[in-house]
């Protein structure tokens, strides 16, 4: 009797440790969607180059293709941390300025990110989840410009970087122990402008 209550015991035991094993461990993957760029309006480009003296009408581009590479740790059912490499696209401008001379500006903004997050998990069942994220993100932006008027071409560029919030929510099904695939919104906080990232993805578990 005492051997049969050990053995009981011991399943047990090994049952509850391989049920905690599957809500555990190191996952990778990638996602690929698109972007939106906010506060990137063609009156919102016009509203700031009138601060500086210059009447301009322009058309903007606020959409392109983004995908992330990333990696975690799910430390238990409900929690993990993850980190990513997010390229986040590129944003562009076509202005013709009208004063103080004639001309044109077309600009380009390319923006990429690196994220740390915390994802709080809610599992519905043995293979689907809703998530929601919330983390910081290090985010740099190379802003090139070319210009003509009068004849006269000049090109002109800088770099930009920060770091703000990055958060969003997402739904991830998983097909087998090591297949998931998810789909997901973020928003990137970059200084005085967000870009929202909705993607598609996979993930391989450890």
């Known amino acids: 009797m005492n051997k049969q209550i050990l053995f009981l015991a011991l399943s047990a035991a090994l049952a509850a440790t391989s049920a905690q094993a599957a809500d555990t461990g190191f996952y990778v993957g990638g996602s690929f969607g ?3 760029v906010s506060d990137f309006s063609g009156a919102d480009l016009d509203a700031e180059l009138a601060a ?3 009447t301009a009408s322009s058309s903007t581009d606020d959409t392109d293709t983004g995908w992330k590479v990333f990696a975690g740790y799910q430390f238990m059912k409900f929690f ?12 562009t ?31 519905l069942g043995d293979s689907f ?14 802003i090139s410009a ?5 004849g006269v071409t000049a090109a002109v560029s800088e770099d930009d970087d920060g770091t703000d919030m990055v958060y969003g929510v997402g739904a991830a099904y998983r097909f ?13 906080a970059l200084d ?3 870009v929202d990232l909705w993607s598609a993805g996979v993930s391989w578990n450890f």
């Open 192 to 194: 005085d402008a967000d």
């Open 146 to 150: 070319v210009g003509t008027g009068g």
């Open 176 to 188: 087998t122990k090591n297949l998931s695939v998810r789909g997901e919104w973020e928003r990137y």
């Open 93 to 123: 401008a076509h202005s013709i300025i009208t004063a103080p001379v004639a001309g044109t500006v077309d600009t380009t903004v390319e923006t990429e990110a690196w994220t740390v997050s915390a994802l709080g998990i809610l599992p």
């Open 129 to 142: 989840s809703l998530f929601a994220r919330l983390g910081v993100n290090f985010w740099n932006a190379d």
């Open 80 to 91: 993990a941390v993850e980190g990513a490499y997010t390229n986040l696209g590129e944003a």
């Open 52 to 54: 500086q003296g210059i």
């Open 34 to 36: 698109q972007v939106n």
